[in-house]
């Protein structure tokens, strides 16, 4: 059964970076994107970024574009959001997901980790 693990969060301050990692006991045949999503206090679950397992090609919603890239490590299995730029706004639970399809990642079908806290903050 597939297993995310989710890591690196923390508290940084405003303009700083953070790398956070998402390891994943294997990249099945059957889940073709590995993706981010993060939930702040009060609000929904919403999109970050997603790169599909086999070839690498990647998506992004448009408030991270250019500053969260995500990329991936086959040999770790291991995908990851290097996050640049933070703003206070970027404070939430990050959480990596699973998905047999890129088109429907982050809805029911998703395997889900634990979450990763990241605050930035003065």
């Known amino acids: 059964q597939l297993q995310l693990v989710e890591s690196g969060g923390g508290l940084v301050q405003p303009g700083g970076s953070l790398t956070l990692s998402c390891a994943v006991s294997e990249f099945p045949l059957d889940y073709e994107a590995i993706g981010w999503f993060r939930q702040a206090p009060g609000n929904e679950r919403e999109g970050v970024a997603c790169?599909?397992?086999?070839?690498?090609?990647?998506w992004y919603e448009d408030p991270v574009k250019g500053r969260f890239p995500i990329s991936r490590d086959v040999a770790k299995n291991t995908v990851y959001l290097q996050m640049n730029q933070l703003d206070p706004e970027d404070t939430a639970v990050y959480y990596c997901a699973a998905d047999p399809s890129v088109a429907t990642i982050g809805g029911p079908s998703s395997s889900w980790g634990q979450g990763t806290q990241v605050t930035v903050s003065s």
């Open positions: 790169i599909r397992t086999t070839d690498g090609r990647t």
